[in-house]
């Protein structure tokens, strides 16, 4: 079975801290791809980044940087800087085939980040 | 711009009724789903598809059905709403299985509310 697991419920920081969310996943696929998703309170699930199973460079786009680790199944997204804007609910996913034959998104419980001024 | 459009933002309906959340992508995608969201538990896989008139079921499919009969659309079907299915329904899509990974597009959401 696949699983995701955002173990971090809410995250409360002042503006200008770091802040890393945690994302462990489960799979038996070899070939898979990890998603973080944010969601504002608007609501709309915004796309931030995939990575394959493959490719287990670390990213940094501005002040996300996102840290892969297959030998720990942990895929953790570190905001430098935080800010007011970063506030809203922070999905991890996780898109393999499973024992289903079939491609299919599998989503955490989510991690609520609070950035107070 | 790539669109997946879900007909309604709210939605209120009786319990017993029956309702439809539509849903529609314009970008020739093969795959659609069904996703609920509730606090505390994520987004959980309702239905999927990935081709017209094809249907599989996720990880919670009781007490709901779909219908696929165009590529572009694909609705998701309360047979008889109950006040346990008061939740955000979010309609994805993307491309063919084989290409994995390839980016899901999501819609706005339906706030359903059963009364």
């Known amino acids: 079975a696949q699983k995701v697991t955002q173990a971090q419920t809410e995250i409360s920081v002042v503006e200008k801290e770091d802040v890393t969310l945690d994302c462990v996943y489960e799979?038996?696929?070899?070939?898979?791809?990890l998603f973080w998703y944010k969601q504002p309170p608007s609501g709309e699930l915004v796309f931030l980044i995939r990575r394959n199973s493959f490719d287990e460079q670390n990213e940094i786009s501005g002040r996300y940087s996102w840290n892969f680790q297959k030998s720990t199944s942990s895929f953790n997204f570190t905001i430098t800087a935080s800010q007011v804007v970063d506030s809203a609910v922070y999905f991890c996913a996780l898109s393999g085939m499973g024992n289903t034959g079939f491609q299919k998104l599998v989503f955490g419980t989510g991690t609520r980040l609070l950035v107070s001024p | 711009d790539v669109k997946v459009t879900q007909s309604s933002r709210y939605l209120v309906k009786r319990t017993g009724e029956k309702v439809f959340l539509e849903c529609v992508q314009d970008?020739?995608?093969?795959?659609m789903f069904w996703y609920r969201q509730d606090p505390g538990l994520g987004l959980r896989l309702i239905y999927f598809?990935?081709?017209?008139?094809?249907?599989e079921k996720g990880d919670i499919p009781e007490g709901y059905s779909v219908s696929r009969e165009k590529k572009e659309r694909f609705s998701l079907i309360l047979e008889s709403a109950s006040t346990n299915q008061t939740s955000m329904y979010l309609c994805a899509s993307s491309l063919s299985p084989g290409t994995s990974g390839d980016g899901y597009t999501f819609g706005s959401g339906t706030r359903l509310t059963v009364v």
């Open positions: 970008m020739d995608h093969e795959n």
């Open positions: 799979t038996r696929d070899t070939t898979y791809y």
């Open positions: 598809s990935y081709d017209v008139k094809m249907k």
